[in-house]
């Protein structure tokens, strides 16, 4: 059996449980989705939002990209947040990045010219580690150094959405969270909270 077929095979054993467990769950996710979450995560193969949280289809709304980056110049990104937080009226904002991520390794590396897609994908990010310098230099080893950013991009991604007006401006209270996952141990860890935002805002809490 191909992997093709093998995929479709699991998703109708996968169906047929999901129907066992709760026969009436498709036809009321079918109706509306009202999650509580915004994922923001990296595309890493080996980071399912829905699998490392044990969450069911409906519960999250799921944002990927390469370094899990908020970016306002980009619009899939920027559409998905302002559709999540205008429309689903999510509470929650998850940023989660992950330990031993390419896309932060490649941040710390010379250019790839054969990837210029990712290189221009990744420029803020390498502009972020120049920022940076001095913590990274500071590391024992590349690996912790990769790991660190990570750390420090979770970081700023978060600030990046504090400041832009779609979570400024929100009807509803949002609290914002930083993650991040490691693949030695499928654990998820709190981190903390970037510097503060640079006024107050009133409908937003950070935990």
Known sequence: MSHQKLMLAKNVAWAADMIRRDADFFTRISKIQNPETLWIGCADSRVPAEKITVSLPGELFVHRNIANLVCTDDTNAASVIEYAVKVLKVRHIVVCGHYGCGGVRAALMPLDPDLPAVNRHLQPLRELAARHATTLLSCDSFDARVDRFAE??????LTALRR???????????????????????????LPQDSAPTQPIAAIKFA
């Open 152 to 157: 420090i991009n979770v970081q700023h991604q």
């Open 164 to 190: 832009m007006p779609v979570i400024r401006t929100a009807e509803q209270a949002l609290t914002l969270h930083g993650w991040i996952f490691s693949l030695e141990d499928g654990r998820l860890q709190v």
